[in-house]
Nanobody, 126 residues
């Protein structure tokens, strides 16, 4: 069992930066690949970024590639999402999630992730 709590969301102007953090409970955090997803009002939940258990493999959605960076610290049980050059279309609730499955196959599929946080709101003003 893994419990996830996101933090770091807020209101920022376009072009600005935010750093989201996800804190995980439990001693088995390093067993899981981790992902970030987001959901804007009236839209489906979308994949944003994912990282393997040791940080060696990372995936990004095309829409954020080059602007967002996912990282993790297994000693601290945290996974972060550094978001730069933010755009109004990045506005959404951001969720972190833990994946027991095969990252290379399932990283985009929210339905394959086993544990989810409660989400943190990110609002980018134009």
């Amino acid at each position: 069992q893994v419990q996830l709590v996101e933090s770091g969301g807020g209101l920022v102007q376009a072009g600005g930066s935010l750093r989201l953090s996800c804190a995980a409970s439990g001693r088995t955090f390093s067993r899981y690949a981790m992902g970030w997803f987001r959901q804007a009002p009236g839209k489906e939940r979308d994949f944003v970024a994912a990282i393997s258990w040791n940080g060696g493999i990372r995936y990004y959605a095309n829409s954020v590639n080059g602007r967002f960076t996912i990282s993790r610290d297994n000693a601290k049980n945290t996974v972060d999402l550094q978001m730069n050059s933010l755009k109004p279309e990045d506005t959404a609730v951001y969720y972190c999630a833990a994946l027991e499955g095969i990252l290379e196959i399932h990283y985009r599929l929210g339905s394959k992730y086993n544990y989810w946080g409660q989400g943190t709101q990110v609002t980018v003003s134009s």
